[in-house]
């Protein structure tokens, strides 16, 4: 792939970057962190509400249409942070109009849509990323390390917990039943993505998804295990989660690792705080180690910083370092997530649709 700026001696230029929305996701996490990365620069915003965008960026430019800035010669990157089922087609107007790429999880609908992306983005020479910013929080980040560190020796039983407290379904898209909707479609590719890291590819999936609260149309409620031999990684989100769970819980042949709560930076974005300002990413929250005998020792999380996503992103496309999330790994997500969804409909566990050269990229 011929990138700019491939050789290391030459500084790199600043990526012009367009964003295709501007709600929660483009409002909160894109725009602030494209922001706060020195070799980006947020040029363009495609929102129908332009005051909203230039309330918060006066110099972006607002274009009502994404066509219009697609074919725009002085946008370098695009960012898609729109309703999960748009997702496939902006990306392939993107990657045809010759831009490079960023997708806010879930990648796609389905793995067809995730393999076709893949596919052109190769044939047309451009980077294609998916948004797994949750890599970079602190808690995932304190719990790997105790894991890669062996402090609690082969893993057994990995649970990894994103619930919330939402009672009360909201009219927004998200909840709505369209495709692409519900929380698994909004949380599980976090959680599935921070398993994948941690452990690769499951052998099978055994999955479970409800509506649980008043009047849901859109599941709220997953409860997904996948197999890696006899070792099990549970994942869960719910909607109905006062209190009283863990983030993370991890249990091994040399002891376990409890993490309470989540990372912040999700709360400090917004609240306001500019990504890298001081307290940004940190985690007061310590992970607790016990091993059965002496009392239990807390361990001091490491910070988050999901601006590294970004870094990693400029860095990829001035030739000068890899990208983040390759198309393969947000490709094995996508896997994972369909095969939840086919399992809960059977009630069975099921195998990935990957095929072999797939698995072994």
């Not at 230029?13 to 620069?41: C, D, E, M, N």
Request: aromatic share 6%; net charge negative.
């Amino acid at each position: 792939m011929a990138l700019a700026n491939s050789n290391p001696n030459t500084p790199a230029r600043q990526v012009r970057v367009g964003l295709i929305g501007y709600g929660f996701s483009g409002k909160t996490f894109h725009a602030p962190l494209i922001g706060a990365v020195p070799g980006l620069s947020l040029c363009a915003v495609v929102s129908r509400d332009a005051a909203k965008v230039n309330a918060d960026l006066p110099d972006a430019v607002v274009y009502a249409d994404p066509a219009a800035m697609l074919t725009a010669d002085d946008i370098d990157l695009v960012v898609i942070a729109t309703p999960n089922d748009t997702h496939a087609p902006l990306a392939r107007a993107a990657i045809e109009a010759g831009k490079h790429v960023v997708i806010d999880k879930p990648f796609t609908l389905d793995l067809a849509e995730a393999r076709a992306l893949v596919a052109l983005a190769e044939h047309r020479g451009v980077i294609l990323s998916v948004f797994h910013n949750r890599r970079w929080d602190s808690d995932f980040l304190g719990v790997r390390r105790a894991i890669e560190d062996g402090l609690i020796g082969t893993v057994s039983h990995f649970e990894s917990h994103f619930d919330r407290f939402r009672p009360a379904v909201r009219d927004r898209w998200r909840e709505h039943d369209v495709a692409g909707g519900g929380i698994w479609f909004d949380l599980g590719p976090h959680l599935v993505d921070q398993a994948v890291q941690l452990f690769g590819l499951p052998d099978r999936v055994q999955a479970s998804l409800a509506k649980q609260r008043s009047g849901a149309v859109a599941d709220d409620w997953a409860h997904v295990v996948l197999s890696y031999g006899e070792r099990r990684v549970v994942l869960h989100a719910g909607m109905l989660v006062g209190g009283g769970t863990h983030r993370f819980t991890v249990h091994g042949d040399a002891g376990s690792i409890v993490k309470h709560a989540i990372d912040r930076q999700e709360a400090q974005l917004l609240a306001g705080m500019v990504p890298g300002a001081p307290g940004w990413g940190d985690d007061p929250d310590p992970l607790v180690f016990h091993d059965g005998t002496a009392p239990p020792r807390e361990i001091a999380t490491l910070p988050g910083d999901q601006r590294r996503y970004y870094s990693g992103i400029a860095d990829a496309i001035n030739g000068t370092g890899a990208n983040p999330v390759p198309p393969i790994e947000a490709l094995w997500v996508m896997a994972i997530v369909e095969a939840a969804v086919q399992s809960s409909q059977a009630q069975a566990s099921v195998a990935l649709s990957l095929t072999d050269e797939e698995r072994r990229a």
